[in-house]
């Protein structure tokens, strides 16, 4: 693998707006990102200290202790994934990451589907981040369980708990639709203060568990009998646990969608992705080991019920507890920040190609604050609406959370795929690849890698399962398959209406550019 770091290899921001006019844009957004706001941009959606306090007890009291082996395995497989991303993210500088993307080496209706169902999965991933409000503010004070009482904090499955989680979620995103709208600087402002925050956090947390470790790392081998009434028996314990690493391990493309913000992206974009990902899977497994390790009691039921905020209290007291718990809240406000401002891109991306309904209005940017207004004003809107869909219902998060990641690991299917085609005929890398991020004599196993982990965690998450889904009522069980489908059929339909708008292609070669000006064609 090779990925250059000089910048005699890329464009240097004054060339970026002439780079991405070779693909038949002009600069609308304000580019201002740099090389820590494009990894912000990735970690804070990946975010530890949300994915890790939301579903850590979901894991836990699906698989035990052992269920901690679905987070290299969901690592690695990504990881594939996030590879394939960096080689697009050097090649496609452009806003809208997997649409663009896909648009560059896959068929029309392919890049149409992957932008539209990515475009939902970014909705729906929105109210299942800010639901996440649920699990930790109520736990630092009842002050912020304005519906129900201390039975309700902490928890989404019971009535006054879900309606609780819908009324934090709604005030959330009312706060990130008017971030975005003001403006990308905000945005990233807010943004970096967050994932500074995280990373600090999360480093301390650690290090303040490590200090109470009671038990050796032979805790991950434990599985406390929840393979017990599954068919398959611990594997099929193991495969729902495989949810809380899925959750946590999606979004990194995140620091690709904002390429047309952010200064030098062919060289900042691939570097970002795969520092996103990888930062997180580390601190993130440090952290349930060493909380495992740490904990009082690895058998009592609340940390299957009320996860990791619960381990982190017992372990270290309130007072320093709650700290945590606030670095969590933190955390949750820049994920669901980030998750809305990449929808905000896709959407934009799609609009200007002609690819939408109202499609220059959407596309419209605002002069004064360089930001599309109108799709933040539409992903906060259909954010809000679903949330209130789903007043009251207490498997809300969990219904939310695996639909959302479907909606994802779909669309990232619809880029790796074409991809690995491309590469068994020969058609990729192009040969005008140039110095920029390439696998090399690698790309055709982890390209193949990420193809097949991707379709089967695809299939493992849509899988009705009642412990997922519920059994009491069809519609939960299979709302998955059901919604997923529904959208995929809304999609067919847009795309037969807009098929024959043109969308820039841009030419065939592109130029590349060095520190010293543009020097031939590739």
């Known amino acids: 693998m090779r990925n250059p770091g000089t910048t005699s290899t890329t464009a240097p921001p004054n060339e970026d707006s002439t780079d991405l006019a070779r693909f038949g844009y002009t600069q609308q957004l304000e580019r201002s990102l740099g090389s820590f706001s494009s990894f912000a941009a990735g970690f804070s959606y990946i975010s530890i200290m949300t994915g890790v306090f939301q579903l850590f007890g979901f894991g836990f009291a699906s698989g035990g202790p052992a269920f901690i082996w679905t987070w290299p395995l969901v690592f690695i497989g990504q ?73 309700d904090a902490g928890v989404t499955t019971t009535p006054a708990g879900a309606q609780n989680a819908i009324i934090l979620a709604l005030g959330l995103v009312v706060f990130t639709t008017i971030v975005n709208i003001v403006g990308v600087r905000l945005m990233a402002k807010i943004n970096n203060f967050g994932v500074a925050v995280e990373l600090v956090g999360v480093t301390l947390l650690i290090i303040m568990l490590a200090i109470h470790i009671k038990r050796g790392p032979q805790v991950v081998l434990q599985t406390q009998a929840t393979g017990a009434g599954h068919s398959w028996g611990y594997l099929g314990a193991f495969l729902v646990a495989s949810l809380m690493s899925a959750y946590v391990f ?51 039921s609340e940390i299957g019920t009320l996860g990791m905020p619960y381990l982190i209290k017992s372990t270290l007291g309130n007072s320093l507890g709650d700290v945590f718990l606030l670095c969590s809240a933190i955390a949750i406000t820049v994920c669901c920040l980030a998750v809305q401002t990449a929808a905000i891109r896709l ?78 005929r020969g058609d990729w890398p192009r040969a005008d690849h140039g110095p920029f991020f390439s696998m090399g004599r690698w790309g055709v196993v982890v390209n193949l890698v990420a193809v097949l982990y991707g379709a089967a965690m695809t299939v493992n998450l849509a899988w009705p399962r009642a412990a997922v889904y519920g059994s009491d009522h069809w519609y939960y069980q299979w709302g998955a398959i059901v919604f997923t489908g529904a959208i995929s059929a809304v999609g067919g339909l847009l795309y037969l209406r807009y098929r024959h708008r043109t969308a820039p292609q841009g030419p065939a070669t592109v130029r590349l550019v060095t520190a010293e000006g543009p020097t031939a064609e590739s």
Not at 141 to 148: A, C, D, K, N
Not at 284 to 300: F, Y
């Open 347 to 424: 959407l934009f991306s799609m609009a200007r190609d002609g690819r939408l309904p109202f499609g220059a209005r959407i596309a419209k940017v605002n002069p004064r604050s360089g930001t599309p207004v109108l799709p933040a004003v539409i992903t906060g809107v259909l954010t809000i609406v679903l949330l209130l869909v789903n007043m009251g219902n207490q498997r809300v998060f969990y219904i939310l959370t695996s639909v959302a990641i479907i909606l994802f690991y779909i669309p990232y299917l619809l880029v790796t795929t074409p991809m690995l085609v491309r590469r068994l």
């Open 250 to 300: 999606y979004g990194f493309d995140t620091a690709g969608s904002l390429a047309e913000e952010t200064k030098e992206p062919r060289r900042h974009a691939p570097r970002s992705i795969l520092r996103a990902l990888t930062a997180a899977a580390i601190a993130g497994g440090l952290l349930m080991l060493v909380g495992m390790m740490a904990v009082g009691n690895i058998k009592s």
């Open 79 to 151: 990881g594939a994934v996030a590879l394939c991303f960096a080689e697009m993210a050097g090649q496609f500088p452009l806003a809208g990451s997997v649409y663009q993307w896909s648009k560059q080496i896959a068929r029309p209706g392919t890049s149409w589907m992957s932008g539209w169902i990515i475009t939902v999965g970014s909705i729906v991933t929105a109210a299942a981040v800010a639901v996440a409000y649920q699990i930790i503010l109520p736990q630092v004070s009842l002050v912020f369980e304005i519906v129900g009482g201390s039975s």
